[in-house]
């Protein structure tokens, strides 16, 4: 994840606080809370809850407002999504859609937004008929991530991460004046 969002060595400790925040906090079910000595093998749909928590935080969502989204979307919503944008290829890009958000009124612990998706081509019209706010109970507000892009760089990321430990094995042979030389096996 670091490698994914850039992270500064500076940031990476507040980083790892706020990822320990949100699986302490039950993002991944109540049964998946890591403890002292608890190994938590990551699987897709854990990475993808991640993921959907870490840009939620770009938009300035805070940690209790992200867990209460994904418990209660996830299933019914999000994780479809998600789904849908990791098999997404260009230029059919699954773009995440959030309206009717307010970020003003309790971090949105009031209401919760209405969560879609489309793809790129379709994206102008979801934007007209967001903007026009003829329904006065939704807010003519538009939060949109591409999602399909987002995932390519983290499985981007990962990949890097590891390639990078299945380097070869680095053996030193001691030649006859006593000086050491790096062979790759």
Not at 114 to 132: F, P, Q, R, W, Y
Not at 141 to 156: E, G, I, K, P, Q
């Amino acid at each position: 994840m670091i490698a994914a969002y850039e992270i500064a060595p500076a940031d990476q400790a507040r980083f790892r606080a706020r990822l320990t925040f949100l699986q302490r906090g039950g993002l991944f079910g109540a049964e998946r809370r890591p403890g002292k000595g608890t190994r938590l093998i990551y699987q897709p749909h854990m990475l993808h809850r991640l993921i959907f928590c870490l840009e939620l935080a770009e938009l300035g969502v805070g940690p209790a407002v992200q867990l209460r989204l994904v418990d209660e979307l996830w299933d019914k919503r999000i994780r479809n999504i998600f789904s849908r944008a990791d098999k997404a290829v260009v230029p059919d890009d699954v773009v995440l859609l959030m309206t009717s958000v307010s970020l003003m009124v309790a971090g949105w612990a009031g209401a919760v937004p209405d969560v879609n998706a489309c793809t790129l081509s379709e994206l102008a019209g979801k934007i007209t008929l967001a903007m026009h706010g003829e329904n006065r109970a939704l807010l003519p507000r538009l939060l949109a991530v591409n999602l399909s892009a987002r995932l390519r760089r983290f499985h981007d990321a990962l990949n890097d991460v590891h390639l990078k430990f299945e380097q070869p094995p680095i053996e030193v042979r001691t030649t006859r004046r006593g000086r050491g030389r790096r062979e790759h096996k």
